[in-house]
């Protein structure tokens, strides 16, 4: 070998060991630094035009891309769980444990136990004044379940706003860092901690929402989400969220923007409409999507389940079924009901007979005294296989019944032979259908002088009696938030046994309070899908305390499927960050032991420069 070519290799050599030793002392300066990626330098053999021959280093990154990809998809997930599994957690120590002195249940336990001891001495002051405190201590506790709820709401609401703006930001960072990335690399200038950050933000750009990458040969990232949004591309989108106050009842989520009542997630890009990303279902995990679905579906389950067991107790108390009276005419047969007592959102229910294929069928009409009110759907009521029609009592009987002939067809007949009775008859000789049955249930307006049953629970303080109305609202919605012991009552707790007046009520007459007990004890009602505790359209039928144990269970599965869930997700989690540790982060004692070797190499170029130059010396002096 030529003494130049020999030179010219020690030469390069030592640059290029320079070089790697200074990669090597990059990497340990910064092994503790978050996202900071290890280099490595990739030496190659090289021949100059000039025929110089040497050495020469690329350092790059040490990442591995498909690790990375995985690493990606799995963070919004194992995000999303967890957002998911402490709102659960919440809910479910709201609820307490089942059998226990904090469980939902042992709040109406207490109250019974307090209706029992009235049943025992019900002339007595104190007993009446403890069942009416008992009461009380129902509609406070379930007004203070709801508040909670809204609060965990009102949370999820301000968290989101808060993890839009960060997300904005963090897409400004990607953005900037693609600039110059991509002007770096035109310029063949080293880029890694600028790919170090970038990477950075897209990994915390996964917490938030489901995220994508595909880099270009310029070095240009594209992050997109799994649902096809592009987040970053040339240029970086902008989210938007109209936050919203204080979450209520009222409040909730809808596409149309007039009934809308909490904040959405939009994007504009290039000048057009916004779109909708919640309305769009484009954001599908990370903790953006985990707090929309705490806000919209989890915590409006829970309130759902507050407000049915508000209503629930509230009619247990004040409901009265009232039966229709067997009518004939000619060879049609059928019922006579009464509907002076019938309120707005009390229930006449009609069963019938196919007598060709024996099928029963229910049918539903609603009281509504507005027909801005209709029409309603069937999920008006928690009832299973129901059809559901509002009936408009503002116009008179005549007008009722003639609304409920065009609802059942001409099979029927329907009239209002005299004040507020309605008549309906099947279709006589013909036989095709037969009535079974003709009910209503109705609502106990007066505490003294009606019935056993009254109004002991209201529609907030000043009196307003809670019907289950669907005018102008449906008056369900929040009613847990407002239900509070009957003024009246309050009052004037002789109500508890005193229950009429002519012939008047023995002041040690248990009538009431073990009607009291029974309600509370016997009364089925019907839940829908919408409290969570049935899947599809099923209807679950309970008991009040049945409903509020199955609403504690629910929330206990809930807890326990969520927090599997997340350790299962944690698991994937971990086990990929140890892996990209193990591929991509600095080992100190695998550094060190390069730095031996490089010190090595550096003395062995060195030593060949040295022999080039005695030789050189030699030849000089020959």
């Known amino acids: 070998m030529a003494i130049s070519s020999a030179l010219s290799i020690a030469v390069s050599g030592l640059a290029s060991t320079q070089r790697e030793t200074d990669t090597v002392a990059l990497n340990i300066a910064h092994a503790q630094q978050p996202g900071y990626v290890r280099r490595e330098m990739t030496v190659a053999d ?7 021959i040497g050495l020469r280093g690329t350092v790059q990154r ?9 690493l990606n998809l799995a963070t919004p997930q194992t995000t999303f769980a967890d957002v998911q599994n402490r709102f659960a957690g919440r809910l479910d120590q709201l609820m307490g444990t089942p059998g226990t002195s904090n469980s939902l249940s042992s709040v109406f336990a207490a109250m019974n136990e307090k209706l029992q001891a009235l049943s025992a001495s019900p002339d007595s002051l104190t007993a009446r004044i403890d069942a009416v405190n008992a009461a009380k201590r129902v509609a406070l506790n379930l007004n203070q379940y709801s508040a909670d709820i809204q609060d965990m709401r009102t949370e999820a609401e301000q968290a989101i706003a808060e993890g839009v703006g960060r997300v904005n930001t963090l897409l400004q960072n990607i953005e900037t860092l693609n600039e110059k990335i991509v002007a770096q690399k035109a310029a063949r200038q080293d880029c890694a901690s600028l790919e170090d950050a970038r990477d950075l933000s897209v990994k915390e750009l996964a917490t938030w929402v489901d995220v994508q990458t595909r880099e270009n040969g310029a070095g240009q990232m594209t992050v997109f989400t799994r649902s096809g949004l592009t987040l970053v591309d040339s240029s970086a989108i902008t989210l938007g969220f109209d936050k919203q106050g204080t979450l209520s009842p009222d409040t909730l989520w809808n596409a149309d923007a007039d009934l809308r009542g909490v904040g959405t997630i939009t994007v504009e890009t290039n000048g057009a409409p916004s779109v909708d ?7 599908r995990s990370g903790k953006l999507a985990a707090y929309v679905d705490v806000r919209d579906r989890m915590l409006v389950t829970a309130q759902n389940q507050m407000d049915a067991l508000a209503a629930s107790l509230a009619d247990a108390m004040q409901g009265k079924d009232v039966a229709g009276t ?3 005419s000619g060879a049609q047969a059928g019922f006579d009901l009464d509907l002076s007592a019938l309120q707005s959102g009390n229930p006449i229910t009609l069963e019938t007979l196919d007598t060709a294929t024996g099928k029963t069928k229910t049918v539903t009409f609603l009281r509504v005294d507005s027909a801005a009110s209709l029409p309603l759907s069937d999920d008006a009521t928690a009832k299973a296989g129901d059809t559901v029609y509002g009936l408009d009592f503002s116009g008179g009987m005549a007008s009722v019944a003639s609304q409920i002939q065009a609802a059942l067809g001409g099979a029927y007949t329907v009239s209002n032979p005299s004040g507020s009775t309605l008549r309906i008859l099947d279709d006589g000789a013909a036989g095709t259908i037969d009535i079974k049955s ?9 505490a003294i002088d009606g019935d056993l049953g009254f109004p002991l629970f209201t529609d907030g303080t000043g009196g307003t009696l809670f019907t289950d109305s669907v005018d102008g609202g449906l008056q369900r919605r929040g009613f847990s938030a407002r239900i509070a012991v009957n003024d009246a009552i309050l009052q004037d707790p002789s109500h508890l046994v005193e229950w009429q007046t002519s012939p008047a009520t023995l002041a040690g007459d248990p009538a009431r309070p073990n009607e009291l007990i029974s309600r509370l004890a016997d009364t089925s009602f019907a839940f829908g899908p919408d409290t969570g505790v049935v899947s599809g359209q099923t209807a679950f039928t309970a008991t009040i305390d049945g409903f509020a144990n199955a609403v504690v269970s629910h929330w206990g599965m809930t807890v326990s499927d969520t927090q599997a869930a997340k350790d299962s997700q944690d698991l ?5 960050e140890t892996r990209m540790t193990e591929s991509s982060s600095v080992n100190i004692d695998q550094e060190m032991a390069r730095l031996i070797q490089l010190q090595s190499a550096y003395a062995a ?5 040295q022999v080039a130059r005695e030789m050189l010396d030699a ?4």
């Open 438 to 446: 003709l009910t209503a249930r109705v609502t106990t307006t007066a």
């Open 572 to 576: 994937i989690q971990n086990n990929l």
């Open 62 to 70: 040490q990442i591995d891309t498909e690790l990375q990809r995985q």
């Open 326 to 328: 067997a009518v004939t």
């Open 619 to 622: 030849l000089m002096r020959s």
């Open 605 to 609: 170029n060195a030593r060949v420069l």
């Open 46 to 52: 090289y021949v100059g035009t000039n025929g110089t």
């Open 277 to 283: 990303l919640i309305a769009g279902g484009l954001i």
